[in-house]
């Protein structure tokens, strides 16, 4: 699986397949890379793994791939990134909700939080741009954990 995503990565950044922002690459198959520092993005996996597996509403994460030689030819200055690849949400930032259903939002975004730090966790770095609603689902998700800390 690691190489088919490694794949799939190398021709999203090839493509310039960016979603919302530099640092996000889509993949396909509702799949999302997010770019940062080695240490930012092991960790960010980490707590995202943790959350998953004790049934947190967060994206489920898949892999950390680190950048082989293949990818230096798009980055010509050298890359110090890694990328975390997860599953991608559907969805709108908490903070660009309709007015009427941000309280809503918010107090579910609130509970996943609570139930985070039940588990130990020190969310670091909350708020509205940290959340996503699927309206659908009409779920929260909790994302960007780069610098969330386990207790």
């Not at 509702?30 to 947190?56: D, H, P, Q, V, W």
């Not at 903070?95 to 941000?102: E, G, H, M, R, V």
């Amino acid at each position: 699986m690691k190489k088919e995503l490694t794949n799939k990565l190398r021709n999203a950044i090839k493509n310039k397949s960016n979603k919302y922002t530099s640092h996000i690459f889509e993949l396909g198959d509702n799949l999302i890379a997010k770019k940062s520092r080695l240490g930012r993005t092991k960790n960010e996996y980490k707590i995202n793994k943790f959350l998953y597996e004790n049934e947190i509403s967060v994206p489920e994460p898949l892999e950390l791939i680190k950048p082989d030689n293949l990818f230096r030819r798009y980055f010509p200055g050298g890359i110090k990134n890694c990328f975390l690849i997860r599953k991608d949400i559907s969805g709108e930032g908490l903070s660009y909700l309709n007015i009427n259903l941000q309280p809503k939002a918010f107090e579910k975004y609130t509970q996943e939080l609570d139930k985070s730090r039940k588990l130990g966790l020190i969310p670091v770095d909350f708020g509205g741009n940290n959340g996503i609603f699927n309206f659908q689902e009409q779920k929260v998700y909790l994302i960007d954990f780069e610098a969330w800390k386990m207790n």
